[in-house]
């Protein structure tokens, strides 16, 4: 039987739930690859509630990592989305269409969210009918022993 509570429904929930994390992947869409603490210089918080946003993020498939060598100092680890931004593209030597910054970009960026919810809540309403339908045949087995 399928378990709730542990699939990608709830863990896009889980992370869109707090208009930080929501934030923080709108923002990184919008600017490419930033450190731990260049988000959290950005936002505004401890790099270590930074961390913990990140990893929830990375964990649910949102984000993705990479470690860069720096010019002196530790390697710096990285999160980043795993959809094209604006930033990677440019670093690339892609040219990005100016209409595609400011609200228009921001529509973009949410309607790639929501898209995202949606695609994961269709695949929770798929789980819990077979949840339903386990429970119908269940119930039928069960009224035919008694």
């Known amino acids: 039987m399928p378990q709730l509570g542990d699939d990608a429904a709830t863990r896009t929930a889980k992370v869109l739930s707090l208009p930080t994390r929501a934030a923080i992947l709108s923002y990184l869409l919008t600017t490419g690859p930033k450190t731990v603490k260049e988000i959290a210089d950005h936002f505004q918080i401890h790099t270590n509630v930074a961390r913990a946003h990140l990893d929830l993020m990375t964990e649910a498939g949102f984000l993705l990592t990479e470690t860069r060598r720096r010019a002196k100092g530790r390697p710096a680890k ?69």
């Open 78 to 146: 990285v999160y980043f989305t795993w959809e094209g931004e604006a930033g990677a593209l440019e670093e690339a030597g892609v040219d990005v269409p100016e209409q595609r910054a400011g609200m228009g970009r921001e529509l973009e960026v949410e309607l790639r969210i929501l898209e995202r919810m949606l695609s994961d809540a269709a695949e929770q309403v798929g789980r819990i009918r077979e949840l339903i339908e386990h429970g119908k045949h269940g119930r039928k087995e069960g009224e035919r022993d008694g």
